[in-house]
Nanobody, 119 residues
Framework: QVQLVESGGGLVQPGGSLRLSCAAS????????MGWYRQAPGKQRELVAR???????NYVDSVKGRFTISRNSAKNTVYLQMNSLKPEDTAVYCC?????????????WGRGTQVTVSA
């Protein structure tokens, strides 16, 4: 069984910063990629940022230059540093992991952490 423990969400003023963390544990095999998705009320879920096991990153255009994704492979942990936050960044942010185990491809979602950007 896989567990994803997310932390770091909260309420912040526009222009502020938050750092999200997601630690994966359990029978997780070989991680292919970890990332963060978000879903705002009334909107579709979107990929915010993703990092592969090889260190390749990609970001949704709206966060480029403001958000940075990083990882600690030894701890199976991914971080999302969010700077210059805007009200439109308000959403539930969910951690996602893709991994291989015993020749099969798996994906797992965290429960999500709320990020609210408001004055």
């Amino acid at each position: 069984q896989v567990q994803l423990v997310e932390s770091g969400g909260g309420l912040v003023q526009p222009g502020g910063s938050l750092r999200l963390s997601c630690a994966a544990s359990g029978s997780i095999g070989s991680i292919v990629a970890m990332g963060w998705y978000r879903q705002a009320p009334g909107k579709q879920r979107e990929l915010v940022a993703r990092i592969t096991s090889g260190g390749t990153t990609n970001y949704v255009d709206s966060v480029k230059g403001r958000f940075t994704i990083s990882r600690n492979s030894a701890k199976n942990t991914v971080y999302l540093q969010m700077n210059s936050l805007k009200p439109e960044d308000t959403a539930v942010y969910c951690c996602h992991v893709r991994y291989y185990m015993n020749g099969d491809d798996y994906a797992y979602w965290g429960r999500g952490t709320q990020v609210t950007v408001s004055a």
